[in-house]
């Protein structure tokens, strides 16, 4: 099993559609989760932080929950530009310093 | 502005020779880190500097080195470049703390002949 899994995707939705992308990790013991974008052949970039209690930026949703070891990120809206790779990240190991990256869910999101 | 640099963007080595990619780094973060990102796959951690400290991932292959000799610049060197080292290589540096978002220079693509 991967450490760090996410759904295949891609996906494919029309603009103005809302999207959830789902990541599940092994390690319990995990301390830190974020969501990162990455544009096609370029480097990847901090979506938003993962907080337990749940974070909201504008479109985007964050959720965590420890318990089931699951995250979320959920896009209202959806805007061609958001056309991108989205990677979960978890931090782990001694000193949290041990950063793991999902495979990436990929969306298209078409006018 | 601050940010993280790489150098160079795309290189080309051939089987067995020895090449290193640079980064440089304008944010004074404490922490740097090594990722090797293949094509459609997702980046994979090498290993991190913490300071001076140097934390190798248990399965980074011997092949890969890694200094840094100052808080600014961090060397990544590949001894014995094989057909399957060649990927995008990215490096990024975050703040002291878990929690500490990283911040990813625009890689290196290396290419080996």
């Known amino acids: 099993r991967k450490e760090v899994e996410q759904d295949p995707g891609p996906f494919n939705v029309p603009e103005g559609a809302t999207v959830a992308f789902n990541c599940t990790y092994s390690?319990?013991?995990?301390?830190?989760f974020f969501w990162y974008r990455q544009d096609c052949r370029k480097e990847p970039k901090l979506l938003m932080s993962?907080?337990?209690s749940g974070n909201e930026d504008g479109r985007f949703t964050a959720q965590l929950n420890r318990a089931s070891q699951y995250i979320s990120l959920l896009i209202r809206d959806s805007k061609l530009s958001d056309s991108a790779t989205y990677l979960c990240?978890?931090?782990?190991?001694?000193?949290?310093?041990?950063?793991?990256f999902g495979a990436g869910t990929r969306l298209f999101v078409k006018a | 502005d601050a940010m993280v640099i790489q150098n160079p963007r795309y290189q080309v080595t051939q089987f067995g020779k020895p090449v290193t990619l640079s980064c440089s780094q304008t944010?004074?973060?404490?922490?740097m880190y090594w990722y090797q990102q293949k094509s459609s796959q997702a980046p994979k951690l090498l290993f991190h500097?913490?300071?001076?400290?140097?934390?190798n991932e248990a399965d980074t292959p011997d092949n890969f080195q890694s200094r840094r000799p100052n808080t600014s610049f961090c060397f990544l060197d590949i001894r014995s470049p094989g057909l399957g080292d060649a990927a995008m290589y990215l490096c990024?540096?975050?703040?002291?703390?878990?929690?500490?978002?990283?911040?990813f220079g625009p890689g290196t693509r290396l290419t080996v002949l």
């Open positions: 993962v907080y337990s």
């Open positions: 944010l004074n973060h404490n922490v």
């Open positions: 390690n319990s013991a995990s301390q830190s």
């Open positions: 990024a540096t975050s703040r002291a703390g878990t929690t500490s978002e990283q911040f």
């Open positions: 500097y913490y300071d001076k400290d140097f934390n």
């Open positions: 990240v978890v931090n782990t190991g001694a000193g949290g310093f041990k950063t793991i």
